[in-house]
């Protein structure tokens, strides 16, 4: 397995990704963009030439420090490929990125029903923060 973190240049590659995990959401797509800031990522996981997961992650800056945090917004493994190592490969390349930043944290969300991914982020290192955390949603497509 190869990790690839694809940069510009690779529009064909993160069309061919999208088009793997995120089938018919060809609407306003942003790759050009996606992939000209240095503060994105996308990772895909290639097995035998072919994408079999994918990591998209953000750094984020933070006025009180200079170094940066990274946050680990999604993460896909196709379903016939899960529990081989695809998953947690993504997540130590990402953590990988983090530590050549020197950032002072990685981080991510999932849902406590998810049990297969915080199996995974916690033998990957992750610690879960706090009992009490809420994530809020703004819908914004009806609202422009």
Same mark, same amino acid.
């Given at each position: 397995?190869?990790?690839?973190?694809?940069?510009?240049?690779?529009?064909?590659?993160?069309?061919?990704?999208?088009?793997?995990?995120?089938?018919?959401?060809?609407?306003?797509?942003?790759?050009?963009?996606?992939?000209?800031?240095?503060?994105?990522?996308? !990772? *895909?996981?290639?097995?035998? @030439?072919? =994408?079999?997961? &994918?990591?998209?992650?953000?750094?984020?800056?933070?006025?009180? %420090?200079?170094?940066?945090?990274?946050?680990?917004?999604?993460?896909?493994?196709?379903?016939?490929?899960?529990?081989?190592?695809?998953?947690?490969? !993504? *997540?130590?390349?990402?953590? @990988?990125? =983090?530590?050549? &930043?020197?950032?002072?944290?990685?981080?991510?969300?999932?849902? %406590?029903?998810?049990?297969?991914?915080?199996?995974?982020?916690?033998?990957?290192?992750?610690?879960?923060?706090?009992?009490?955390?809420?994530?809020?949603?703004?819908?914004?497509?009806?609202?422009?």
């Amino acid at each position: 397995m190869e990790i690839k973190r694809l940069s510009a240049g690779d529009e064909t590659l993160v069309a061919e990704a999208m088009e793997i995990f995120f089938p018919g959401e060809d609407e306003d797509k942003n790759i050009d963009s996606f992939l000209d800031n240095p503060q994105n990522y996308i !990772l *895909v996981a290639y097995w035998h @030439g072919t =994408a079999v997961g &994918l990591l998209l992650g953000y750094t984020l800056e933070r006025p009180e %420090t200079k170094r940066p945090m990274l946050f680990l917004y999604e993460m896909e493994v196709l379903e016939t490929q899960r529990r081989l190592g695809i998953g947690r490969a !993504l *997540v130590e390349a990402f953590k @990988g990125i =983090a530590k050549k &930043l020197n950032a002072s944290e990685l981080f991510l969300m999932t849902n %406590t029903s998810n049990v297969p991914a915080v199996r995974l982020y916690k033998s990957t290192g992750g610690i879960e923060d706090e009992d009490d955390s809420l994530m809020f949603v703004y819908q914004l497509n009806d609202e422009l």
